[in-house]
């Protein structure tokens, strides 16, 4: 942004105002045309406001073709900077707009646009204005009728929201479909797409006894990998009924795959549309990972028929109302149907990981943002994972019960409304009786809190204190913090391992302390002997610890724990402890050793037959770099790649026998199944293979030829790639000869060649770019490639010289005009970056400082760029 008269202008959540009209239906007529589609709005309109005023409708790259009001064509209008203001109107009128649009130049993926020969939509957040002028806020709530008209053979199927209500063909090759939503829905969940595909049709009978209409729509010859995405699909519409109570609404449900499209998938109402990533699966494709991703995102985008579209948000500030509480959502679905316990260590990866860096980061801000430029720049994991543990910890606090009392009050107060996040927080408190006026500093206070921990035992009184202070460090939006309330769940363990039971004034109290005060202390009685104590039991919070453990209790939490999160939160203790001195010694330029209490753990587990698979691969999998560095107030990239791999590698050295028995013993019992058992050993077998591949390497390369799973290969191509084993070449050459025709399944071959920290990285990475299987057009593509080196290939893309920033700098400055929302998302490596040391943080600035400068920096990247160099100037 060179002309500074030119920013963008900030929007705040305390400026909301509620609209000056609303429209009650819109009947959109779409003539598809890829260069010149014509689309005809009309409106009914009604002034709310009670003087009279303009209309301000929204619109962004539409031409404007003619305007009326009440069929009289309308002259009192003007055009100005993304408005259409319109004056000179009675209170109740039809509004009838024709606009043109240009959906194969469309290269943003944001409104009408084209994936491959189809076109589609992509409407949330503000994108249905470059669809037409409109009301372009989620507050204002319409019913639809569409009808599309296009060539009948190059586009047999034509789609919209709700139910076909008629169709015919025309004389000029075309045919035309109309469809009608009765539920009213903003803007944003409008949905269009018209193609040729393959269609697997199915049905569900609801628990009223309705029959559903199931079809998912796929680029030909998908057919045979449609099978899971339409069985999760139906799960998920069972699980909602049996766990909240909620039933599909509408006659038929349909999902359709693309292949361009900027994020996960898009709860449009009854016309989902999907990443084709989110979608195709069968076993030579896909990675169990993979198909329990899909399950989850179809399973939330499915949640959100109900928490989003029947109950939406009134503003754009209050998007964790709907995101937060489906996320919860999904997670529940998925831990119901799979492992509670490996699902909530993967959530809690991911905190720790990525959501604890946003709140650390340049863009920090509350579940429910105050400030915003760019809308889009705000589906983040704050919003979304924060906002979902927000909703855990008041499930936490009310059980089950009282929170799906919570849920009905909620749904039965605010159906067919457009509210906010303090009325989902209301209904949960008027339906519990429980105070949650505190509670909800959640929402408004940005940042990870910090417990310190206290503790003391008097033998004599049998007494044990536990002393908890909170703290949540000033964040770079927002200076001062308040004490929250904070559930935090925990056990106290006899020296045998045995649980103690908790007494407070001779009664029994429940393990969910309340934490409301910066300070609390409670007084438990009874307690025969030095306990040790479990915090977080289940990561009651989204906090973190300050706490001295020694390894004698970290070992008996490991071993005793009741709650299987708490195991193996008591393992990443145990681990961080010895990373944290490990990487003292490599500053200081000693030797490492890894000590032998480490070593016997990890054969102690390694043994253990009657351990859970799935969480035994869990235990034996070493935190990431990125885990690692939340742990550390300043990080040193070099130090951490080193230590970490000092420790796999020294592991791997120290119990060869021990990691090949196991390795071996998984592929031995794997049927090859979707059981969760079978994908619990799968997992095991991969986490191994890391070891294996440093001992016996040709065990790993067997792993990749001879399964014919795609989980294994993806395994063992992972294990070659980390510990750069001969056999590695022989492996990727395979898998580029079988799938270079199929970028979906070559995104993960991308995404591992982009962070194989070998010498040379940049330049392979440069080098990708050109492979024919590569398109800087597709996001999967560019975050398999690009996104994959900046955030998981730390050593190259934080390399000293700067070539690193250097590459993304010049990926961004392409993206920045084609396709700002994808730039956006892959800038974050890049300003996330505080806590480097003053010359990265220089050269990182100097890339910030390039892109600050371009003459049409995307709003999406000024916000980002402006606040990264506020912080790293500071
Ligand atoms: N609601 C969409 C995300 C839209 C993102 C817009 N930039 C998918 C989801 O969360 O279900
Ligand atoms: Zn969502």
Redesign the pocket.
């Known amino acids: 942004m060179a002309d500074s008269s030119a920013q963008p202008i900030a929007k705040y959540r305390s400026d909301y105002q509620a609209p000056d009209y609303t429209i009650e239906n819109v009947s959109l007529e779409f003539d598809l045309d890829a260069t010149a589609t014509k689309v005809v709005a009309v409106s009914t309109v009604v002034r709310q406001a009670k003087e009279i005023s303009d209309l301000v409708l929204d619109g962004e790259k539409l031409e404007l073709l003619s305007i009326s009001v009440n069929q009289q064509a309308h002259q009192a209008y003007k055009l100005s900077d993304g408005q259409l203001i319109i004056s000179d109107l009675p209170e109740r009128f039809e509004l009838k707009i024709e606009t043109q649009l240009n959906p194969k130049e469309n290269k943003a993926f944001?409104g009408l646009y084209q994936s491959g020969e189809a076109f589609c939509t992509?409407c949330?957040?503000e994108?249905f204005r470059r669809i037409t002028y409109f009301l372009d806020r989620p507050d204002v709530l319409a019913t639809y009728t569409t009808k599309i008209i296009a060539d009948k053979a190059q586009y047999p199927f034509l789609l919209s929201n709700g139910n076909k209500v008629d169709q015919g063909d025309l004389a000029n090759g075309k045919h035309w479909v109309s469809w009608q939503d009765p539920f009213p829905k903003p803007s944003?969940l409008f949905a269009l797409v018209a193609g040729d595909f393959d269609l697997l049709e199915d049905s569900f009978v609801t628990q009223s006894g309705r029959t559903i209409a199931l079809e998912l729509f796929v680029d030909k010859g998908n057919l045979d990998r449609t099978e899971h995405a339409m069985a999760s699909l139906k799960e998920a519409m069972r699980w909602d009924e049996q766990r909240f109570g909620l039933e599909y609404d509408l006659d038929i449900y349909m999902i359709v795959a693309v292949d361009f499209f900027?994020?996960?998938?898009?709860?449009n109402k009854g016309l989902n549309v999907f990443n084709s990533k989110y979608v195709l699966a069968n076993k030579q494709s896909a990675t169990d990972n993979d198909f329990l991703g899909i399950e989850a995102?179809i399973g939330?985008?499915y949640f959100?028929n109900w928490t989003?579209n029947r109950i939406t948000c009134r503003d754009w500030f209050q998007l964790s109302l709907?995101?937060g509480l489906?996320?919860f959502r999904d997670q529940e679905f998925s831990s119901d149907l799979g492992s509670r316990a490996v699902n909530r260590i993967k959530n809690v990866r991911l905190l720790r990981s990525h959501q604890f860096a946003e709140d650390a980061g340049p863009m920090a801000h509350p579940i429910r943002p105050d400030k915003v430029i760019e809308?889009?720049n705000f589906?983040t994991l704050t919003v979304?994972e924060k906002g979902a543990e927000v909703i855990r910890m008041l499930h936490t606090l009310l059980g089950e019960q009282g929170f799906q009392a919570g849920m009905k009050t909620y749904v039965d107060r605010h159906d067919g409304q457009a509210v906010t996040c303090d009325d989902f927080v209301n209904a949960m408190q008027d339906a519990s009786g429980k105070d949650l006026s505190l509670f909800k500093r959640w929402y408004s206070q940005s940042g990870t809190p910090v417990l310190k921990v206290q503790t003391h035992y008097d033998q004599n009184k049998q007494q044990f204190s536990l002393t908890i202070a909170q703290h949540t460090p000033a964040t770079a939006e927002q200076e001062d913090k308040q004490a929250l309330h904070i559930p935090v769940s925990i056990e106290l363990l006899a020296s045998d391992g045995s649980s103690l039971a908790l007494q407070v004034n001779e009664e029994s109290v429940s393990s969910v302390l309340e934490l409301t005060e910066t300070e609390q202390t409670w007084l438990f009685e009874g307690i025969g002997e030095q306990p040790t104590l479990v915090m977080l039991q289940e990561f009651s919070a989204p906090v973190k610890l300050e706490m001295d453990y020694s390894s004698e209790q970290l070992l008996l939490i490991i071993n005793n724990a009741s709650n299987t999160f708490a195991r193996w939160d008591g393992m990443q203790k145990l681990v961080s402890i010895w990373m944290k001195q490990a990487v003292a010694q490599v500053q200081a330029g000693n030797n490492l050793q890894l000590e032998e209490a480490i070593v016997n753990t990890f054969k102690l587990l390694s043994e253990d037959s009657a351990i859970d698979k799935g969480l035994l691969a869990e235990l034996l999998t070493i935190s990431s770099e990125n885990e690692i560095a939340d742990g550390f107030a300043d990080v040193d990239i070099d130090a951490i790649a080193q230590a970490r791999d000092f420790f796999i590698r020294s592991l791997a050295l120290a119990l060869p026998e021990q990691f090949v028995a196991l390795e071996q013993a998984c592929a031995k019992a794997d049927k090859q199944s979707l059981a969760h058992e079978d994908i619990n050993l799968r997992s095991l077998r991969a986490a191994c293979l890391q070891y294996v591949a440093y001992s016996q390497p040709e065990l790993v390369a067997a792993a990749y030829f001879d399964s014919p799973t795609m989980t294994n290969k993806l395994a063992a191509m992972s294990a070659a790639n980390n510990a750069d084993i001969e056999q590695r070449a022989a492996m990727f050459r395979d898998y580029e000869q079988n799938w270079q025709h199929d970028g979906l399944v070559m995104d993960k071959w991308f995404a591992l060649e982009a962070s194989y920290a070998k010498e040379g990285s940049l330049a392979r990475v440069q080098a990708l770019a050109e492979h024919p299987s590569f398109s800087m057009e597709n996001p999967n593509r560019v975050r398999s490639l690009v996104g994959s080196f900046a955030n998981n290939n730390a050593r190259h893309f934080h390399a000293k010289d700067g070539s690193g920033y250097r590459y993304l700098g010049e990926i961004l400055r392409v993206l920045n005009t084609q396709n700002p929302?994808v730039a956006s998302r892959l800038i974050t490596p890049l300003i996330q970056t505080v806590k480097l040391d003053a010359e990265r943080k220089a050269l990182i600035v100097e890339q910030l400082q390039v892109l600050a400068e371009l003459e049409d920096l995307s709003k999406d990247l000024f916000e980002k760029v402006t606040n990264g160099l506020q912080q790293l100037q500071a």
């Open positions: 944001e992509q949330e957040a994108g944003y900027n994020m996960g998938a898009m709860e995102v939330h985008e959100h989003g709907k995101e489906t996320v809308m889009n589906y979304y929302q």
